[in-house]
């Protein structure tokens, strides 16, 4: 059996698809040609593609484009609303404050007013206490010492301390050698711890009157 060269297997697939080819070309001109001439060719017509579905702008709450504008709108009217009573809110706790701060300012002018009254009123009494006691210390000074010391053993211990210690020394000294020996070591003992601190004071065992 003879070998079929390749140049020859080439030319023969040419054949058999150029056959092939002109088959597929011809079908189509042979059934026309055996369609009776008084049939009408059936008209070919596409299709129309469906209208899109139109949408009213003006129907709120249906589904469509308007839907999300609505929801936006109520909800920026809403956050207005919000907005608009924090602001009243703040004003009314603004005016509350003003109103609180108003009156503090009165308390405080009315309270300095008062201290300042209160301290006039205490400096008066300080220099009419200072003055009654000069003229105190005047007449006990112009007394004579036993007839001061009889008169400042039946008087109060603070009295008696403030005369004293308001008396010159040698008036001082000569009232209290005609006090009695326990009159004597009280004023002493007080007079020797009111200079010192109220928490380094030792006026206990002492008898006041």
Do not use: W
């Not at 060719?41 to 593609?49: F, G, N, R, S, T």
């Not at 108003?102 to 009315?110: F, G, N, V």
């Amino acid at each position: 059996m003879s070998r079929i060269s390749l140049p020859k297997i080439a030319l023969f697939g040419l054949g058999v698809a150029g056959v092939l080819k002109l088959t597929v070309e011809f079908m189509p001109m042979m059934a026309i040609a055996e369609t009776p001439d008084d049939t009408p060719p059936v008209p070919v017509e596409l299709a129309a593609a469906p209208a899109p579905p139109s949408y009213d702008a003006s129907a709120p709450g249906k589904s469509g484009m308007c839907e999300p504008s609505h929801l936006i709108a109520e909800a920026i009217a809403e956050e207005r609303a919000l907005l608009k009573e924090q602001r009243d809110t703040i004003a009314d706790r603004e005016a509350k404050l003003a109103l609180a701060e108003q009156s503090l300012k009165a308390e405080q002018t009315r309270l300095a007013s008062l201290r300042d009254e209160i301290g006039a009123q205490l400096k008066v009494i300080e220099e009419a206490n200072n003055q009654d006691m000069t003229k105190l210390v005047e007449l006990y000074r112009n007394m004579k010492p036993q007839v001061a010391a009889g008169i400042m053993d039946e008087i109060d211990v603070e009295t008696a301390v403030q005369v004293i210690g308001a008396m010159p020394e040698r008036d001082a000294a000569q009232i209290m050698g005609s006090f009695s020996l326990v009159r004597a070591r009280l004023i002493t003992k007080i007079l020797l711890e009111r200079s010192k601190l109220p928490a380094d004071r030792n006026l206990e065992g002492l008898r006041l009157r």
